[in-house]
T-cell receptor
Framework: DAMVIQNPRYQVTQFGKPVTLSCSQTLNHNVMYWYQQKSSQAPKLLFHYYDKDFNNEADTPDNFQSRRPNTSFCFLDIRSPGLGDAAMYLC?????????????????FGAGSRLTVL | KQEVTQIPAALSVPEGENLVLNCSFTDSAIYNLQWFRQDPGKGLTSLLLIQSSQREQTSGRLNASLDKSSGRSTLYIAASQPGDSATYLCAARDSNYQLIWGAGTKLIIKP
């Protein structure tokens, strides 16, 4: 089945130790997103790629970086995790197009990567 | 600035009841509105997407409606089951094409 796969599902790191989370998709969607979600809160968009174009949200800390080496893969790098970065990180994909028609703009999420910072 | 609100934050109902979840948005200039389901510790699953030109969408026991003039969307769940227990989030795509999220309603269906 076509899907969005995130690895690892659970990541424990020490304060300040870099972490990389990965996301792969078999949907051939051109848009990929990284969200941060803390307990009982709505997802917060960190950045997204529209094809190869990188779009950073204005309030995304510099501590967070992203790479998209090809259509199928996207990485989230946290350079120096702090206690406040402990959260669920969600990857999502969508296909751009006229709003909603033919499934365009429907987001497909991965299962998430839960980050714990000690 | 678009704001999306979901009230109540939590809801508990007996199995078998029909129920309605609410989503309000402040700016009627939206492209579409989506409803998602999130199980504990998991990612989100898209349930329904309603385009701005549509009034409702249906999938199985779920029916989502959209009333842009009143800034409201509802998700109707018929004949609720314990497996419907989850957090339900709505998100509106605003005039800047940004997805604005509600904080969700945590639904518990009691057997």
């Amino acid at each position: 089945d076509a899907m969005v796969i995130q690895n690892p599902r659970y990541q424990v790191t020490q304060f300040g130790k870099p972490v990389t989370l990965s996301c792969s998709q078999t949907l051939n969607h051109n848009v990929m997103y990284w969200y941060q979600q803390k307990s009982s809160q709505a997802p917060k968009l960190l950045f997204h790629y529209y094809d190869k174009d990188f779009n950073n949200e204005a309030d995304t800390p510099d501590n967070f970086q992203s790479r998209r080496p090809n259509t199928s893969f996207c990485f989230l790098d946290i350079r120096s995790p702090g206690l406040g970065d402990a959260a669920m990180y969600l990857c999502a994909t969508s296909r751009s197009g006229t709003s909603g028609r033919g499934g365009a703009n429907v987001l497909t999420f991965g299962a998430g990567s839960r980050l714990t910072v000690l | 600035k678009q704001e999306v609100t979901q009230i109540p934050a939590a809801l508990s109902v007996p199995e078998g009841e029909n129920l309605v979840l609410n989503c309000s948005f402040t700016d009627s200039a939206i492209y579409n509105l989506q409803w998602f389901r999130q199980d504990p510790g998991k990612g989100l699953t898209s349930l329904l997407l309603i385009q701005s030109s549509q009034r409702e969408q249906t999938s199985g026991r779920l029916n989502a409606s959209l009333d842009k003039s009143s800034g409201r969307s509802t998700l109707y769940i018929a004949a609720s089951q314990p497996g419907d227990s989850a957090t339900y989030l709505c998100a509106a795509r605003d005039s800047n094409y940004q997805l604005i999220w509600g904080a969700g309603t945590k639904l518990i269906i009691k057997p």
